[in-house]
């Protein structure tokens, strides 16, 4: 598990840096109303994805929230004002406050079951009728891209999946929302090296695999003997889903209409899951 106090200075850097926060950015505005309005971007980390969203749309107001004391502070350096400390689970706004809501690398920290259904739901209770919840799905499986580390760690245990498409869905369908979209693009510049991925282990990003356990030694001593040891294997490509809120007055089994693939071009905590409740996201 990681600690994202400590983590936040380095945090962008470690993740792809601005090319990944202009592709996810991208992703999100292709996902959400056209227009003026409020967004609140949860679990925000240091901010570098809310910045986009925030310049990419001067007539949209953009709202972070994070939990973790140093994401705040420095997301809070990137748009003053705007930036909000704030338990995902317990959101402090009231019904109906935002137009849009997104929560990108998320719900893949969350270990609980009730926590992933309570963080949909205050979603879904902040939007406003005909708005929007945009989140990242299957985080840990975008990051198998068949290369040969993928398969070296292929016989390492799992936890189920806490942002599994399905289950997301199943979620909002309970909180009342709509499928109303989906996207892919691409984590630039997150592509895995052996020796890269080696140093994930043993600072205890597979959150199954704790640091110093004969296990997890044995895992890191496969992947040293692969080829190339700093050459980067192929970028994973996330996945993003769209749920909307039905307008006021809609019959409640009525649906949004679904959209297309849209491989939008433009986060993250642990490989197989991470810290808890609002921690960083983006």
Not at 72 to 88: N, T
Not at 127 to 153: C, E, F, M, N, Q
Request: include cysteine; charge should be neutral.
């Amino acid at each position: 598990m990681l600690d994202y106090e400590k983590e936040a200075d380095g945090y962008d850097a470690s993740r792809g840096g601005e090319a990944r926060a202009e592709a996810a950015a991208h992703a999100v505005l292709g996902l959400i109303p056209a227009g003026p309005g409020r967004l609140l971007d949860l679990a925000c980390g240091t901010g570098i994805v809310t910045r986009r969203l925030a310049a990419a749309r001067p007539g949209l107001r953009v709202t972070g929230a994070d939990l973790t004391p140093a994401m705040v502070r420095m997301a809070s350096a990137r748009l003053p004002g705007a930036i909000v400390r704030a338990d995902s689970r317990r959101l402090p706004f009231p019904d109906g406050t935002f137009d849009a809501v997104a929560s990108i690398w998320l719900l893949h920290l969350l270990h609980d079951p009730e926590d992933v259904r309570a963080v949909v739901a205050e979603c879904a209770r902040v939007l406003r009728p005909g708005g929007v919840y945009v989140t990242t799905v299957d985080k840990a499986s975008a990051h198998d891209v068949g290369s040969d580390i993928d398969a070296v760690l292929a016989p390492r245990p799992r936890r189920p999946d806490p942002d599994a498409a399905g289950t997301v869905t199943a979620h909002a369908t309970r909180s009342g929302l709509r499928p109303a979209g989906h996207a892919v693009f691409p984590g630039t510049g997150q592509g895995r090296s052996p020796r890269d991925t080696i140093a994930d282990l043993r600072r205890g990003w597979f959150t199954v695999l704790p640091p110093g356990e004969p296990r997890t030694e044995r895992f890191a001593a496969r992947l040293a003997e692969l080829p190339d040891q700093d050459r980067p294997r192929p970028d994973p490509r996330f996945g993003v889903r769209a749920f909307r809120k039905p307008a006021s007055g809609r019959r409640s089994g009525d649906t949004a209409s679904q959209g297309g693939d849209s491989p939008a071009h433009g986060d993250e905590g642990a490989a197989d899951g991470g810290d808890a409740a609002a921690a960083d996201g983006n």
